[in-house]
């Protein structure tokens, strides 16, 4: 249980172009999904986290029109790459909360999207 | 703020040999503490957690004790195999919010 699909698993994109990369809970309702950036064997940089139905809260130094976060519903957030550049060529995350309220609270991770822009 | 101190990699093992990565965190409050895997590749996976102070968190031979005089959350396995390669991640969660704070990682190869 607690599954999440991330798709694409893989992209490649020209410059100038936007990307969406979609996170979908196949099990569980996610009233709070994050989404990560991870640099070559270096740590996950916690991006942003949307709520369901509002507004995503963007980390400092995260440009918030660049990375567009929907999380229309409780079972789909979406991740939009807006006019890449190729130093937005990374590996991106999403993660969701399951079993909030309960004993089994935690973290579930999709496998990651591999965007690299050319 | 919180935060994760991770000992630096990579740690190179031969087959059978014991295993400890070292964490230790900063936090106001108490934290959740967990321990996350990483193959190649791959998105990340829960190894182990423990929720408050004595805990000990337990999985796949790994077992991280969640230790409050010391701040400390240290992994241990006492027999690691090839397939255990792969990038740790020790990571909390401060209380009180909901977001995951993650440690540099520690890569693990194991040598047959």
């Known amino acids: 249980g607690a599954v999440v699909s991330q798709h694409p698993s893989w992209v490649i994109c020209k410059s100038g172009t936007s990307v969406k990369i979609e996170c979908r809970s196949l099990d569980f309702q996610a009233t709070t999904m994050f989404w990560y950036r991870q640099f070559p064997k270096q740590s996950l940089m916690l991006m942003a986290t949307?709520?369901?139905?509002?507004?995503?809260?963007?980390e400092q130094g995260v440009e918030k029109d660049k990375f567009l976060i929907n999380h229309a519903s409780l079972t789909l957030s979406t991740l939009t790459v807006t006019s890449a550049h190729p130093e937005d060529s990374s590996f991106y995350i999403c993660?969701?909360?399951?079993?909030?309220?309960?004993?089994?609270?935690?973290?579930?991770f999709g496998s990651g999207t591999r965007l690299t822009v050319v | 703020g919180d935060s994760v101190t991770q000992m630096e990699g990579p740690v190179t093992l031969s087959e059978e040999a014991f295993l400890t990565i070292n964490c230790t965190y900063t936090?106001?409050?108490?934290?959740?503490l967990f321990w996350y895997v990483q193959y190649p590749g791959e998105g990340l996976q829960l190894l182990l957690k423990?929720?408050?102070?004595?805990d000990k968190g337990s999985n796949k031979g790994f077992e991280a004790t969640y230790r409050k005089e010391t701040t400390s959350f240290h992994l241990e396995k006492g027999s690691v195999q090839v397939s255990d390669s792969a990038v740790y991640f020790c990571?909390?969660?401060?209380?009180?919010?909901?977001?995951?704070?993650f440690g540099a990682g520690t890569r693990l190869a194991v040598h047959p």
């Open positions: 936090a106001t409050g108490y934290p959740s």
């Open positions: 949307s709520n369901e139905g509002s507004k995503a809260t963007y």
């Open positions: 993660s969701a909360i399951y079993g909030r309220g309960g004993s089994n609270y935690g973290y579930t």
């Open positions: 990571a909390l969660r401060a209380g009180g919010y909901n977001k995951l704070i």
């Open positions: 423990a929720t408050k102070a004595d």
